[in-house]
């Protein structure tokens, strides 16, 4: 099955440092949807992207729907602690069902 | 509260058994999913189901079965064809319609073998 290029892998940033992350597919899609996991839990829904260029505040968080369709940027602002975790995007095509397509994670750490 | 219950936290395979993992939800959702998760990789889907007594392989469903019962219920078994089961195992809702409801996902279980 696809998945999606989701960059970086990794980062490790200090505290109060903001954050952008961002996913690209070779195909089109209706919904980009963004994550976060805590170790040993199960993925946390942050934002819910629905149209093309829209662009979506959650606190700290913004995250845009790209125009292309194809692609999709989460940026955090002013990193605490508690960011730290597994941030993921996945897709939600258009043809039909509800099946989403996940990109690999980017793992974010706060150095002290 | 409502929510997604996975259970049980933790799953222990001996060679050749098979293996049930339980997913409720009260969500009143149409659609449930089980998708696979390895260390440092992505989310795969192993099976999805729209609607009561129908269900559908995702991109991974060798060695695995799940039926589905009620609309609430969604048990994946792991059966002893998958050779490599340990993993850990995320089950997630949603409602159906218009390709913009988003997933919700459980606290997942963790499988692995003694």
């Known amino acids: 099955g696809q998945q999606l290029n989701q960059s970086p892998q990794s980062m490790f940033i200090q505290e109060g440092e903001d954050v952008s992350m961002n996913c690209t597919s070779s195909?089109?899609?209706?919904?980009w949807l963004w994550y976060k996991q805590d170790p040993g839990e199960g993925p946390v829904l942050l934002i819910a992207?629905?149209?093309?260029?829209e662009l979506t505040s959650n606190g700290r968080l913004t995250a845009q729907f790209g125009i292309t369709r194809k692609d999709s940027f989460l940026n955090i602002s002013a990193s605490i602690p508690s960011d730290v975790g597994i941030y993921f995007c996945?897709?939600?095509?258009?043809?039909?069902?509800?099946?989403?397509?996940f990109g690999t994670g980017t793992r974010l750490t706060i150095i002290p | 509260d409502g929510g997604i219950t996975q259970s049980p936290k933790y799953l222990f395979r001996k060679e050749g058994q098979n293996v049930t993992l339980s997913c409720e939800q009260n969500?009143?959702?149409?659609?449930m999913y089980w998708y696979r998760q390895d260390p440092g990789q992505g989310l795969r889907l192993i099976y999805y189901?729209?609607?009561?007594?129908?269900?559908q392989k995702g991109d991974i469903a060798e060695g695995y079965s799940v039926s589905r019962e009620k609309k609430e219920s969604f048990p994946l078994t792991v059966t002893s064809a998958q050779k490599n089961p340990t993993a850990f195992y995320l089950c997630?809702?949603?409602?159906?319609?218009?390709?913009?409801?988003?997933?919700?996902f459980g606290d997942g279980t963790r499988l692995s073998i003694l």
């Open positions: 189901s729209q609607i009561v007594n129908d269900f």
């Open positions: 195909s089109i899609f209706n919904t």
């Open positions: 992207l629905y149209k093309a260029g």
């Open positions: 997630a809702s949603s409602m159906v319609g218009g390709g913009n409801q988003p997933q919700h």
């Open positions: 996945a897709g939600q095509s258009p043809f039909g069902n509800e099946k989403l397509t």
């Open positions: 969500l009143n959702h149409d659609a």
